[in-house]
Every structure is written in structure tokens, then in C-alpha cells.
């Protein structure tokens, strides 16, 4: 059985024009980067510019790199190892500044940060740096931003 559209002499309604403006990656959070709160019960910011295309570029160099020694195959790769060079990308390419990081009562400048990011007792820091850089790429950080009153 088969359907066919009758327009019963009535003139065919306008296709609803859809703003696809939302679709657009914000220039300034790439160019600038922007402030993150990863974990809304920490006073812990990060700013960042997102996951760019710079970010995959030298993680795959770096894992291709890596893996000389295991036959070019970068899956074999070891879990610490491709954490770190995933750190040292994020460190290089996402990450600008960091703010509220609060360690034995002293606020850690962003050099320290991200030395301790690189550190396996660093991993949950580094984890919520992830999810500040994911966050700001995918486009919502000017709505955490305004929900916070920024």
C-alpha cells in the first residue's frame, strides 16, 4: 500500500526555516579557551580550548611514535603509556590555566598542575582536565557558564 501526499488545492506550507547556528564551534574557546568547572562540588576551574585538532594530530604522532617497538601496532600499547602521552597532548594543546587547585592547603600555579596531571596520583585531576576540555568542546561551556552566574 502506498501514500501519496493530496494537497487538496491548498498551497504547500513552507518549510520551517531551522537556525542551525548552534551546529558552529565557538572561535573564542578555541583561540582563548574557557573556563571550566569540572566538578561543580570543587572550586576547581580549568581553563581550556577544547580537544583540537592540534590535541589529535600529535597524540597519534606520538602513539604511532610509541609504537615502533611494539610493530607499529599502537593498541598494544600500554595503558600508563598512552595516558601520559594523552596528558602531554592535553597539557600542550588544551589546557590554559587553572584555578582553585588546592593542594596541602597551597594553590598550585598551572606549571605544578600540569607536572602533577602527568603523575599517576594525578589521575583523577587529570580526569576531570579531560572532562573540562570534552565539556568545551562539545559546546557547553558558555551554558555551565551562564548557569553558574559568569
Not at 574557546?29 to 572550586?43: E, K, L, N, Q
Not at 589521575?123 to 552566574?149: M, N, P, S, V, W
Amino acid at each position: 500500500m502506498t501514500f501519496e501526499h493530496v494537497s487538496h488545492g491548498l498551497p504547500a506550507a513552507a518549510p520551517q526555516t531551522d537556525d542551525l547556528g548552534d551546529l558552529l564551534v565557538d572561535e573564542r574557546v578555541a583561540r582563548d579557551g574557557v573556563w571550566i568547572t569540572p566538578d561543580p562540588d570543587r572550586s576547581l576551574r580549568i581553563r581550556t580550548k577544547g580537544l583540537p585538532d592540534a590535541y589529535y594530530d600529535a597524540q597519534a604522532r606520538q602513539q604511532r611514535q610509541a609504537a615502533k617497538g611494539f610493530n607499529g601496532d599502537t593498541n598494544r600499547l600500554p595503558v600508563s603509556h598512552k595516558r601520559r602521552i594523552n596528558a602531554r597532548c592535553l597539557i600542550d594543546h588544551s589546557l590554559v590555566d587553572v584555578e582553585g587547585c588546592v593542594i596541602g592547603g597551597r594553590e598550585l600555579p598551572f606549571a605544578e598542575f600540569c607536572d602533577l596531571i602527568l603523575e599517576p596520583r594525578g589521575a583523577r585531576l587529570l580526569d576531570l582536565a579531560f572532562g573540562a576540555a570534552t565539556t568545551a568542546q562539545d559546546g557547553k561551556a558558555e551554558e555551565l557558564e551562564a548557569a553558574r552566574g559568569n
